[in-house]
């Protein structure tokens, strides 16, 4: 099961996720994660502890950036792992949130 | 430079000298030779000494060196010392040998015979030095010569009895049976690889003495195949090889000496068989249009030449297929041909289908239509309109054959499911029909569409066969991302394949929903034209799997008979119909002419017309303005105006246009590359070459 935690930093709000990002995480993500971004400029969401994706997960993650991007935050994606980029790149996902998203 | 020198011995100056030589591969004129010891006589290997010379390259007088030995660069009279100890022990041999010689005065004499000579006995090298030459030794392959505990590396060498010889081959080499079975990927043969043991045994070969000697080897192979049938026989059950066994083959793989590769088993390919097909019983292909007699005139009358049936008349008789004869793996699996498929007949208006027979059940013009394995047969009636098409008479829309003998006048229409016959004039009129058109006098201002039904069943298999690789590739991506070790497939059972179809959509395959959307609207365009549902059904499918994103379920199994689906239709609309469309018009003015098959212009020519033929494009006149496309080639006979008047001939990237004469400003298109004529030009034939340039033949 997908948990989370925020950290408030000075120059925006660091996220991690813990566990797989997939269809279970939806409720989590659309529900209490977005909200609570919304007020925030900079977000950077961590995915060190990603093990594994599904393709609802990417859906998600496509939704809650371009959400927070509609929402003039800026938004980057950092410490992905090496398999798990590599469906990111399998599917194009830097094309889609763009280059510079992830760090 | 640093000049190069070396210090040799040998038992006397001359042969210091030659070995010193030997060594720096150079003549006695290159070098300087310094004497730094002479010979002595010693007694019984006592108090002899070697003669020591200094060999220097470079040509300088001696006089010009110093004398003493220089240490940095040549080794020390100590270490030659040394190595003259070292070879001490051979020579006291040596003495004993001279001393037996002294005693017998005849094998005195047979070593004077073989001196300076080198012999092989018994795998042993033998020497006998002589006081003016040496033995020289040629190495042969497989050999190694040790002198004096070091490999000679050279081709050849020089030999001394003080040296210590010793010769290395390899004696012995032995190699097991080496085989195995494998069975072919078709399954259709099982190969038995075998390469026989064998034992090699090997000497050096005796040479008689010889001031040169060749080393060389000499051996004997003994081959054993110890390859067993019943072995071959324990693999073949292993890997379940059971059916047409080859025995003989087995025997003349136990039994070779030479390495091969043997066909054990052959299994029976599977006979292909014979699609269902039609037989026709009467005429039904019309003249082709207008044709030329010998002098190149035309005779509209030959066009009134049209087949037509008496009621209960057998048209054709209809044969089922002959299924193929499956054929048998080694491993006795039936190996199933390849399907046959049965025709199919869509029989309608007058004609019926009785006991594999299509027979008339009224008079008139048999039509029967093949696309692939789809039949239509039908009897078309025929419609004589005598007079003009004019407001008194209305538009005529009739499902077959129509002539009209006189004018098609303004804004009228006329509509026929068969082929369509206008003796005089056309002008500002539509004539659409799904068969042909001939027109006797000009064509103005009108829209002539002949065989609609058939483009756009070639333009929906294109999007198709386009769609068709896009949906194999995300196949191949969705399988890639599901072996992919972090990757979680259980949503699929939720989701099915939606939400990642939405991602691929996002970019991956962006320009696949232009497509889509074209499909759609050509299929929604030519609804009424359009014969046979599944181009319309496919286009549901293709909504409700990328556009719609329904909560059905899309499974991998949906989305590969989607793609399987899209194939074959693309894959018929590759077939072209028989007989396809045409039209024929003798001249024709600021007019529309779209065909799926060929268009012939005979009269004076084309002005300011648009043509479209899906086959070949024929003008036996001129052609002023307009665009003119011929998918299957154009020729024409004039082309271009004075006054520069843009026109246009344009073929797809594979075809050739023919001109008689060209008017300077006219531009070629042969696939996506245009040429302006600069000037005027005769007899032309245009194409792309190799680069995508248009050259003229």
């Known amino acids: 099961m997908l948990k989370y935690n925020i950290v408030n930093e000075e120059n925006g709000v660091q996220v991690t996720l ?66 798990v980029f590599e469906i990111f790149e399998l599917l194009q996902l830097p094309e889609i949130l763009g280059e510079e998203v992830f760090v | 430079m640093q000049m190069q020198s070396i210090i040799s011995q040998g038992k006397n100056i001359e042969e210091a000298i030659h070995l010193g030589l030997e060594l720096l591969e150079v ?112 190495i042969g392959e497989g050999i190694q010569l040790m002198k004096n505990n070091e490999l000679v590396t050279e081709k050849s060498t020089i030999v001394s009895e003080r040296d210590h010889l010793m010769l290395n081959i390899k004696p012995l080499e032995t190699q097991y049976t080496v085989w195995d079975v494998r069975v072919e990927k078709d399954k259709l043969s099982a ?32 081959v054993t195949n110890t390859l067993k049938y019943d072995q071959v026989v324990r693999m073949l059950e292993n890997l379940r090889v059971i059916y047409g066994i080859n025995h003989n083959e087995i025997i003349r793989a136990i039994d070779t000496t030479e390495p091969g590769t043997f066909e054990i088993a052959t299994g029976k390919k599977a006979e292909p068989g014979k699609n269902g097909w039609i037989d026709l019983k009467v005429e039904t292909d019309p003249m082709n249009g207008l044709i030329e007699d010998e002098s190149g005139n035309v005779d509209f009358r030959e066009t009134n030449v049209i087949p037509s049936v008496e009621k209960g008349t057998i048209i054709a008789t209809l044969h089922d297929p002959i299924p193929g004869r499956p054929g048998i793996t080694v491993t006795n699996e039936p190996l199933p041909a390849k399907q ?15 006991d594999a027979k299509l027979v008339a059940t009224e008079s008139g013009r048999p039509s029967i239509e093949q696309r692939g394995q789809l039949v239509k047969a039908m009897i078309l009636p025929k419609l004589v309109h005598q007079g003009n098409v004019d407001l008194a008479s209305g538009n005529i829309r009739f499902n077959g054959d129509v002539e009209i003998i006189g004018e098609v006048e303004e804004n009228m229409l006329v509509e026929a499911g068969g082929d369509v016959f206008i003796h005089k004039a056309t002008s500002e009129a539509t004539i659409t029909t799904s068969k042909s058109i001939v ?84 299929v929604e365009k030519g609804r009424e034209y359009i014969e046979g549902e599944e181009w319309h059904q496919v286009g549901v499918s293709i909504k409700q799997i990328f556009i719609v994103l329904s909560n059905q379920v899309t499974t991998m199994e949906r989305l590969t008979n989607l793609s399987q689906k899209m194939k074959e239709l693309s894959d018929t609309s590759d077939i072209p119909v028989e007989p396809n469309s045409y039209i024929t018009v003798s001249d024709t003015i600021n007019s529309s002419l779209y065909c799926s098959g ?39 006979h004039e082309v271009g105006t004075n006054s520069g008047t843009k026109t246009i001939v344009a073929v797809p990237k594979d075809q050739k246009i023919q001109l008689a004469k060209a008017f300077e400003g006219t531009v070629l298109k042969i696939g996506k590359i245009s040429y302006k004529l600069q000037e005027e030009r005769k007899h032309i034939t245009a194409r792309l070459n190799d680069n995508d340039q248009i050259i003229f033949e």
């Open chain 2, 598 to 636: 060929d268009i012939n212009i005979i009269g004076k020519g084309c002005i300011n017309t648009k043509v479209h033929a899906g086959g070949k494009l024929h003008v036996r006149g001129i052609v002023r303005g307009g665009e003119v496309y011929g998918r299957l080639g154009a020729t024409i």
């Open chain 2, 27 to 138: 003549n006695k004129r290159d070098v300087d030779i310094e004497i730094i010891q002479q010979a002595k006589k010693g007694f019984a290997g006592l108090g002899r000494k070697q003669a020591i010379v200094k060999l220097s390259l470079g040509g300088n007088p001696s006089g010009a060196e110093p004398t003493a030995p220089e240490h940095g660069n040549t080794p020390s009279m100590d270490e030659f010392i040394d190595t003259f100890l070292e070879s001490e022990s051979p020579k006291a041999a040596d003495m004993a040998e001279i001393e037996q010689n002294e005693a017998n005065d005849t094998v005195e004499m047979e070593m004077d015979e073989l001196a300076g000579k080198a012999w092989v006995k018994d795998s042993q090298i033998h020497v006998k030095d002589s006081p003016n030459k040496y033995a020289t030794v040629k």
């Open chain 2, 340 to 354: 046959t498929h049965p025709l199919k007949v869509v029989a309608k208006n007058g004609i019926i289908e009785v």
């Open chain 2, 439 to 522: 027109v006797k006098g000009n064509v103005i201002s009108s829209e002539l569409s002949a065989g609609k039904n058939n483009m756009l069943v070639v333009e929906l298999g294109h999007l198709l066969g386009i769609m068709h690789v896009q949906v194999e590739k995300m196949i191949t991506v969705i399988k890639q991302l599901t072996t992919s070790p972090a990757f979680k497939s259980n949503d699929f059972s939720v989701t099915g394949l939606q939400p990642l179809i939405r991602i691929l959509l996002e970019k991956k395959f962006y320009n696949f929903l232009p497509y889509v959307k074209q499909y759609q609207e050509v």
């Open chain 2, 191 to 222: 190969i038995l690889e075998v390469k026989p043991g064998f034992k090699v045994e090997r000497r050096v070969r005796d040479i008689e003495p010889d001031e040169h000697i060749e080393l060389s080897v000499e051996e004997t192979k003994e």
């Open chain 1, 18 to 83: 813990h566990g797989d990002l997939d269809i279970e995480g939806t409720e989590i993500i659309k529900e209490e994660l977005l909200p609570n971004l919304l007020n925030s400029k900079e977000v950077n969401v961590s995915f060190e502890k990603v093990p594994f994706v599904d393709s609802s997960g990417m859906g998600l993650l496509i939704t809650l950036v371009n959400s927070l991007k509609e929402n003039n935050s800026k938004v980057t994606i950092s410490n992905v792992k090496e398999e």
